[in-house]
């Protein structure tokens, strides 16, 4: 019987080394128990709207949105200019006031939200690669910007938003600066006592060094899936499994749920090659966006570590009938009833 007795500890024992050896090697696995997000990243309005906008967001079976309150930066310059900065700002959607209503209308029509706050840079483009030569240029930003993600922090309290998305793609400012940001997250959570989130793009998600600190891995999925100009829904799960394996390691690391914070796709010719672009060039080919949404529903969204996702983009507002000039849009397009019929299901 004590034979016996020590055999099973020995063996116990062996179980619970193989199971720390195998967290601490990354290769542990995470299985994500909350609800499914089914969302829809909402443009901001340019002027007041009526809670009739969010009819065509439950048509979809959306069950979240995300409201997305710009603020601007010139490319290698330090001051930051926001809505409820001095009040200037035109766009309706992107004041304090009108966030605020926009998401207390959400919520009025059974909706949740996240409040993600984003940076339009120049020209359009890219956030991730903002940079500022001095130290005295970053401090003038990161005042002013933190003002801004705490003003909107407020904004997110204030209205009981489900989630607070902290920034958007802003991966060389976090390489350069990690400091500021496990500072203002420690300043956002005296503020705002729901979930956290942050939305870092597809190639650089695993450079993020404060997921700890957050409730969700929060993915621009923008992964290049296949080079043809019209690729199978086979094509595209084909061209998923790399990343699957990336995210499903990632998330047994960090014991998180990954969010995809973005998805999407163009109505174009190889949508599917590089997502991120958006470059409107290329014919437009309706059945990409329809064969790439289907190709993600059915090989990525009931992974164990998904937590869910938005896609990108949804107008409100948009006249029936009327296909919105951005071709990520699902709206009124074929990709749209892909949408409602994989958000259908629970």
């Not at 099973?8 to 179980?15: A, E, K, P, Q, V």
């Not at 009819?55 to 001051?79: D, H, L, Q, T």
């Not at 984003?118 to 933190?146: N, Q």
């Not at 948009?318 to 071709?327: F, H, S, V, Y």
């Amino acid at each position: 019987m004590k034979s016996s007795a020590f055999l099973l500890l020995l063996l116990l024992l062996g179980f619970g080394v193989f199971c720390a050896c195998s967290t601490l090697s990354g290769t542990s696995t995470y299985v994500y128990r909350g609800e499914k997000i089914k969302g829809v990243s909402l443009v901001a309005p340019r002027d007041s709207v009526t809670d009739s906008v969010y009819a065509p967001v439950r048509e979809v079976s959306a069950e979240w949105v995300s409201v997305m309150p710009y603020g601007f930066v010139e490319e290698g310059k330090p001051n930051f200019h926001y809505a409820g900065k001095g009040g200037e700002w035109k766009w309706w959607g992107e004041t304090p006031t009108g966030t605020i209503q926009t998401i207390r209308m959400a919520h009025s029509r059974g909706l949740k939200v996240m409040l993600k706050p984003h940076v339009w840079m120049g020209r359009g483009g890219f956030t991730g690669h903002f940079d500022l030569k001095s130290d005295a240029d970053w401090l003038i930003f990161e005042k002013e910007y933190g003002e801004y993600l705490l003003e909107f922090a407020r904004v997110a309290q204030t209205t009981e938003a489900d989630m607070y998305c902290i920034a958007t793609e802003m991966q060389t400012f976090v390489a350069r600066r990690p400091e500021f940001w496990f500072r203002i997250i420690k300043e956002i959570k005296q503020i705002y006592k729901g979930k956290l989130t942050y939305a870092e793009n597809w190639d650089t998600y695993q450079d993020v060094p404060f997921w700890d600190q957050l409730d969700y891995i929060g993915v621009d999925a923008y992964f290049p899936l296949s080079d043809k100009q019209s690729p199978t829904v086979t094509d595209l799960k084909k061209g998923w499994q790399k990343h699957l394996k990336e995210l499903a390691t990632y998330a047994g690391k960090h014991q998180k749920p990954i969010l995809f914070t973005e998805y999407g796709y163009r109505s174009a010719d190889f949508a599917a090659r590089k997502p991120w672009e958006t470059d409107q060039t290329q014919p437009e080919n309706e059945q990409v966006q329809v064969d790439a949404y289907r190709a993600l529903f059915e090989e990525v969204w009931n992974q164990e570590w998904m937590a869910g996702g938005f896609v990108w983009k949804w107008f409100p507002g948009l006249e029936p009938g009327r296909k919105a000039r951005d071709w990520y849009s699902p709206q009124h397009k074929p990709a749209e009833r892909t949408l409602a019929e994989f958000y259908k299901k629970k």
